[in-house]
Structures are given as C-alpha cells and as structure tokens.
C-alpha cells in the first residue's frame, strides 16, 4: 500500500548546524511532495513543496531535494535557528488518487542555542 | 482572507457517545479532507469532500462519516466513540487547480 518512511525521528542540532531529514515513498505515481512544519498544539504550516518535474527547491535557507529514481526526497536546513525547533512531516501525493497527502512519521528537530 | 477554520478548538466526550465536528475552508477553496492525528503519529486520511460527495476514503471504519455543505464547509461526524478516537482532528482544504493543502488548527478530541 501507500507509504512515507521518515528518518530520523529525532534530531538535534547546534544553532548554525544544517540538518538534514529524509523520506522514502512507496508509490511511485506520487508526484508531489510538500514539507509541513508544526509547532506544539498548532496547524502543520507548510514550508516547502517539490514537484516531481524539479529535482531541488530552495527558499532561502530551506531546499528540498528529489531523485525520483531511488522515489527518496529531502528536506536541508542551513544555518539553523532555535525558532527552527519542532517537529516536521514530509508527505507525498498521486494527482490520480484526488490529491490526498500521505504523510510521513515526523521528525523532531530540537536547535540548541 | 480567512483561512482554514475548525470548531470546536476541543471536545472532550464519553465512550460510545457521538460527536461533530466542523470545518470552513479557505476562501476559493472547494475540496475539503479530514485527517486523523495521534499523539507524536503524523495525520492519517480519512477522507475527502468535493462537490458535496466523498470522494475518496482512507482505512477508517464506516463510524466515521462526513458531509460537505454548497458553501464548501464540512463535517465530521464519529459515532460510538472508542477510547482510540482520542486523537487531533485536521481539516485541510485544496482546490482542484491547486495541490498546496491548508490546514486548519484541528480539534483536540479526548474520548473518555
């Protein structure tokens, strides 16, 4: 069935480290792959998206990455913030299966001043 | 522009009791889904709301259903509530021309 694995659960940082989180998706009609940032008791906010015709994205110290091949994308984050600290989805979806996003397990990212 | 809203903020209800819960999309936006959010668990799909039909359903069982209204808002309706439905309730809301999701601050629903 349909699938995001999402590594690593956890992860912390120095502030001005880059840290690195990764996704596998089974379907390989997926082609739209968005990243959501969500902080303690609010909304998923979404930071980045990718589209399966690009192979990297960036927005200022966010990129995302894409090899449709191995179906694995990633999110980087340069120059890291204390504010960066919570917890993000990577998720995945199929435009022939009405856009519904399947996420991935979350990674908890904690950026120590 | 209002974005996406949901109510009530937080539910707390008995086992075997049923409960609704509502959501507005944002503005433009006609394509409503509800997720499912246990604890440190990334949302889980229960399904979607375009045109006023269910258009697509994840693995839930039939206890939850739905409604979608002609203004575009939804409903989330859950009967015979389990101890396991205690979990953050996430609409999101799309449009058919645009993939980028919205979602709304959720519903915290405690089944006790």
């Known amino acids: 069935g349909e699938n995001v694995e999402q590594h690593p659960s956890t992860l912390s940082v120095q502030e001005g480290d880059s840290a690195v989180i990764k996704c596998t998706y089974s379907?390989?009609?997926?082609?739209?792959f968005p990243w959501y940032k969500q902080e303690l008791g609010k909304r998923p906010q979404l930071i980045i998206d990718?589209?399966?015709?690009?192979g990297e994205k960036k927005d200022q110290r966010i990129a995302v990455t894409l090899n449709k091949t191995a179906k694995h994308f990633s999110l980087h984050i340069t120059e890291t913030q204390p504010e960066d600290s919570a917890v993000y989805f990577c998720a995945a979806s199929n435009p022939h299966n009405t856009d519904k996003l399947i996420f991935g397990t979350g990674t908890r990212l904690q950026v120590f001043p | 522009d209002a974005g996406v809203t949901q109510s009530p903020t937080h539910l707390i209800k008995t086992r075997g009791q049923q409960v609704t819960l509502r959501c507005s999309p944002k503005?433009?936006?006609?394509?409503v889904s509800w997720y499912q959010q246990a604890l440190g668990q990334g949302p889980q799909f229960i399904f979607q709301y375009y045109e006023e039909e269910e258009r697509q359903r994840g693995n839930f069982p039939d206890r939850f259903s739905g409604h979608q209204f002609p203004n575009y808002s939804s409903e989330l309706n859950v009967n015979a509530l389990l101890l396991g439905d205690s979990a953050l309730y996430l609409c999101a809301s799309t449009t058919t021309l645009n993939t980028e999701a919205f979602f709304g601050q959720g519903t915290r629903l405690t089944v006790v």
């Open positions: 503005s433009g936006h006609d394509t």
């Open positions: 379907d390989s009609a997926s082609n739209y």
């Open positions: 990718i589209r399966s015709n690009v």
